[in-house]
């Protein structure tokens, strides 16, 4: 390619790129019948874009880049190749002399490329395949060529060439013998001009070295049509049988060949270990899981029911009931009517969007309960966001690792002081008790008075074990043993819990499961759709699965991005003329937003904005509420920064914009506050 444009070696790499890529396009897997374009996309592949490797084209100037109005409107290059998933070229800018990736383009696909301007260095492709380290081909390699292909006895080639063998002192050496320079002759293969003139060279291209073959029977005549692939004496040689080799070379042996047996344990190294880098992309949390979990949620029971992974959940989930006493089968009292209960099916997902827990609930269908019979206090303490960020700002001042516990069927625990009846989950009734009712003695979740349960429980644990309760903060506890501190911040089932000594941290496991059963999440990394990345020097917070997931949910994968959530002059008005759009998807978008102003101040305030929207929402409002989530996409990945190395100091910012809002005249306020640089509200 690269002699045919009369090009120089120093666009070699461009060359290879350029083959690859029609390769990929035109060569035919013979297995499938298909080209690689073809397996891959499931479509034939378009060929009209197709260029010659370095035709002359013509690179035509966007308007700002003319320097006049009668400036040209183009510039000469050469085509050099295609940029992967775009419709831009790779071209040689004559005239900057670069190589840049260009658009607007026109190639001529059938001229003659005009003559060199390189130095004849530049040409010298022999040089190049030399640096290349190519091992040299030994007189032994070359007669098992000739042995596999015809063997020595094969009379079907009447005529053989013995191919001259170069090594590194000049000396001449064939696969018969000592060379015989004196019944050689030269053949130059170079077409038309180089079977009349031997010694012309292509541009300013040395004259190559001559290929030289020996005849081995009738002289010169023979040699010609051999080297020209005209003689017709000449068989072609069978199609090669395919051979099963049974005896590797040790040298295709990876490892260690006399080693004994290694356990995949023993094999693992930090460094050179394949199933590390399996672990670190997370591809072996997929193989893990693919098998043991189920990939889809069912609709309902029925659905459920055919699959063995989600039959398995529901029946851990009945025998935890069993397990902790939560009901018993009795006949239903006059006066009392039960509540219903139904199967609620979620595939759980990590960080990596990895299904790696079926998780099911059996929940009361609380609705049908009425105040004052059913249940009288339902209030329980639930931690703010705030109270969660303070938490995270605290741990990275003082510098102790966070870590996370779950209890496993929390509402469980909690004892129902009313009277309840609840019916028998469906699909698994008695059949020999199928008019019975199940009289609670533990709560359930979908129960009104189920959190206040869980909580009164939890808490007289905590303190019945040395804890103190936060004052303000009901959900926050504190434990004190001499200069080290452990604190715990609960939020329904979910605990986070630190300390400035391990060996408290350890305790409190050992507390908390001496009554409960719970399951240790490790170092806290993913709590309330918040991502925590605990480092040495600090923690990140952020919600990127979150963006992720509400842009997939809203199908604005696909769309533009943007720069700024919203434009300094919106000019969005409450009553503006407009089309109305479906309040539904107004709402829904507008809460997913308000979540992710736990971690993003970034689009506080134009959310804020477009929740006042929400009774009458139109076109102009909708377009505001998509430019935040294209905001979004352009920005998935800003994050708070709780560093170590900073005070404790707390900050309060303040301003407002007295009369400025162009809605209903009143003042725009807001605010935030630090503790020493850490931004914890606003």
Same mark, same amino acid.
């Given at each position: ?203 300013? /291209? %040395?004259?190559? !070295?001559?290929?030289? +073959? $020996? ?10 049509? *051999? ?75 029925? /659905? %459920?029911?055919? !699959?063995?992974?989600? +039959? $398995? ?10 397990? *902790?006493h939560v009901w018993y089968l009795v006949d239903l009292p006059k006066g009392f009517q039960p509540i219903g209960t139904r199967w609620v099916f979620k595939c759980k997902t990590n960080d990596r969007q990895v299904v790696v827990k079926n998780k099911e609930r059996l929940v009361v269908q609380g609705f ?315």
């Amino acid at each position: 390619m690269l002699s045919d444009a009369k090009l120089p070696v120093t666009f070699w790499a461009e060359a290879v790129n350029t083959a690859c890529h029609v390769l990929n396009i035109v060569l035919v897997v013979k297995r499938h019948s298909k080209t690689c374009y073809e397996l891959i996309n499931n479509r034939l592949p378009n060929l009209d874009y197709l260029v010659p490797f370095g035709s002359p084209c013509s690179l035509f100037l966007q308007y700002k880049d003319r320097q006049s109005k009668f400036h040209a409107k183009a510039v000469e290059g050469i085509f050099l190749g295609y940029v992967a998933n775009s419709p831009c070229k790779r071209v040689y800018n004559i005239r900057t002399r670069t190589v840049e990736e260009w658009f607007d383009l026109d190639c001529s696909k059938h001229s003659i490329p005009p003559e060199p301007t390189c130095p004849t260095w530049g040409f010298d492709y022999d040089a190049l395949f030399k640096s290349f380290n190519l091992p040299d081909l030994s007189a032994v390699d070359a007669a098992n060529v000739y042995e596999l292909l015809g063997g020595s006895d094969d009379s079907s080639f009447s005529t053989r060439a013995n191919v001259p063998i170069i090594t590194p002192d000049s000396n001449v050496a064939s696969a018969s013998g000592t060379y015989d320079s004196d019944k050689s002759e030269d053949v130059h293969v170079g077409g038309d001009d180089a079977q009349t003139n031997p010694n012309k060279t292509v541009g300013n /291209e %040395a004259p190559a !070295d001559p290929i030289t +073959i $020996e005849s081995s029977s009738s002289g010169t005549q023979e040699m010609g049509e *051999l080297s020209m692939n005209l003689d017709s004496e000449i068989q072609e040689p069978n199609v090669l049988e395919t051979r099963v080799h049974r005896n590797h070379p040790i040298d295709n042996i990876i490892g260690d060949p006399y080693a004994g047996v290694q356990t995949r344990h023993r094999t693992i190294t930090e460094n050179t270990s394949l199933y590390i880098g399996i672990l670190d992309t997370g591809v072996m949390e997929t193989c893990l899981h693919a098998a043991f979990v189920s990939q889809l949620e069912p609709k309902n029971v029925k /659905e %459920a029911l055919t !699959d063995n992974c989600w +039959i $398995e959940a529901m029946q851990d989930e009945l025998s935890q009931f069993q397990k *902790l006493h939560v009901w018993y089968l009795v006949d239903l009292p006059k006066g009392f009517q039960p509540i219903g209960t139904r199967w609620v099916f979620k595939c759980k997902t990590n960080d990596r969007q990895v299904v790696v827990k079926n998780k099911e609930r059996l929940v009361v269908q609380g609705f049908y309960q009425q105040e004052g019979l059913d249940y009288t206090k339902v209030y329980a303490p639930v931690a703010r966001i705030e109270a969660i960020r303070l938490f995270l700002a605290y741990a990275t001042y003082v510098g102790f690792k966070v870590y996370q516990l779950d209890v496993k069927s929390a509402f469980l625990y909690g004892k129902v002081h009313e009277e309840v009846y609840v019916t028998q989950p469906p699909g698994f009734e008695d059949p020999y008790n199928i008019n019975k009712v199940y009289k609670l003695d533990k709560e359930l979740y979908g129960l009104h008075q189920a959190p206040r349960a869980w909580y009164e429980t939890l808490s007289k644990h905590l303190l019945s074990n040395g804890f103190d309760r936060g004052q303000i903060d009901l959900t926050l506890f504190i434990r004190k043993a001499g200069g080290d501190i452990l604190l715990v911040q609960v939020y329904v089932d979910d605990i986070i819990f630190g300390s400035t000594n391990e060996g408290m941290c350890r305790e409190f496991e050992k507390v908390m499961k001496s009554k409960f059963e719970m399951s240790n999440m490790g170092e806290l990394s993913f709590f309330l759709g918040l991502q925590v990345s605990q480092r040495e020097d600090g923690i990140y917070l952020h919600q990127t699965k979150y963006v992720q997931d509400i842009l997939s949910k809203y199908k604005m994968n696909d769309s533009s991005t943007y720069g700024t959530p919203i434009p300094v002059n919106h000019g969005l008005h409450p009553y503006k003329d407009g089309k109305d759009v479906d309040s539904r998807l107004y709402h829904g978008m507008i809460r997913s937003l308000m979540y992710l102003t736990a971690s993003r101040p970034d689009i506080m305030f134009v959310v804020c904005l477009c929740s006042r929207f929400q009774s009458q929402p139109n076109e102009s409002h909708m377009i505001a509420v998509k430019r935040i989530f294209r905001y979004l996409k352009g920005k998935p990945q800003l994050r708070l920064w709780y560093s170590k190395q900073q005070s404790f100091d707390f900050k309060a910012y303040t301003d407002s914009d007295y009369g400025s809002c162009n809605l209903d005249r009143k003042s725009t306020s807001g605010g935030c506050q630090f503790l020493g640089g850490r931004l914890v509200s606003w």
